[in-house]
């Protein structure tokens, strides 16, 4: 079992920035890779990045690159999102994953089989 645990949420106006925290226990040294997602009031939830934990290769949407980074803390077993620039279009609540295998890069939330409760973040225009 692996526990995620989501903070660093909040409101912000357009063109802030925030930083989500991930803190993962149990058996997260096991991950394949932790990632974030993101669903909106009627929208589906969202791949938003992902990082294979041990290589750290890191993969984001469309949406969001270039503008939010994926990064990870190996001896705090901590992910983080560092997210600039954002957008109205970017409020959600944001969810951390953990995956504990994938034959490729982990996008869909069925990939994932650990969640966060999710932190909520609103940019205001």
């Known amino acids: 079992q692996v526990q995620l645990v989501e903070s660093g949420g909040g409101l912000v106006q357009a063109g802030g920035s925030l930083r989500l925290s991930c803190a993962a226990s149990?058996?997260?040294?096991?991950?394949?890779?932790m990632g974030w997602f993101r669903q909106a009031p009627g929208k589906e939830r969202e791949f938003v990045s992902t990082?294979?934990?041990?290589?750290?290769?890191?993969y984001y949407a469309d949406s969001v690159k270039d503008r939010f980074t994926i990064s990870r803390d190996n001896a705090k077993n901590t992910m983080y999102l560092q997210m600039n620039n954002l957008k109205p279009e970017d409020t959600a609540v944001y969810y951390c994953?953990?995956?504990?295998?994938?034959?490729?890069?982990?996008?869909?939330?069925?990939?994932?089989?650990?969640w966060g409760q999710g932190t909520q973040v609103t940019v205001s225009s």
């Open positions: 994953a953990a995956d504990k295998f994938s034959w490729s890069i982990p996008t869909m939330p069925a990939d994932y089989e650990y």
């Open positions: 149990g058996r997260a040294s096991r991950t394949y890779a």
């Open positions: 990082i294979i934990w041990s290589a750290g290769n890191a």
